[in-house]
């Protein structure tokens, strides 16, 4: 997500995290396609709602074209 002055850039801790601002409760997880490469730093941000939408659409964006040309998702 590479949040200014939360993300700390450390590849070590990027993860696949779930969009969580517009599904709320456990058990409510957003489907895999609905999810972005973050930090640690940067998902505990997202799930204490203290990003914006446009910085996670532009994540889930990245994250899916990068998926895209890994060949993990086809698009017909």
């Known amino acids: 997500m590479r949040l200014a002055g939360i993300c700390d850039r450390d590849p070590s801790k990027?993860?696949?995290c779930h969009v969580n601002s517009f599904r709320k409760g456990v058990g409510n997880k957003s489907?895999?396609?609905?999810?972005y490469y973050g930090c640690s730093s940067c998902h505990a941000e997202e799930t204490a709602n203290r990003v914006d939408?446009?910085?996670?659409?532009?994540?889930?964006?990245?994250?899916?074209?990068?998926?895209?040309?890994?060949?993990?998702?086809e698009v017909k």
């Open 14 to 16: 990027v993860m696949l």
């Open 31 to 35: 489907h895999d396609i609905h999810a």
């Open 53 to 73: 939408a446009v910085d996670i659409l532009r994540a889930m964006i990245e994250t899916q074209d990068k998926l895209v040309q890994k060949g993990l998702i």
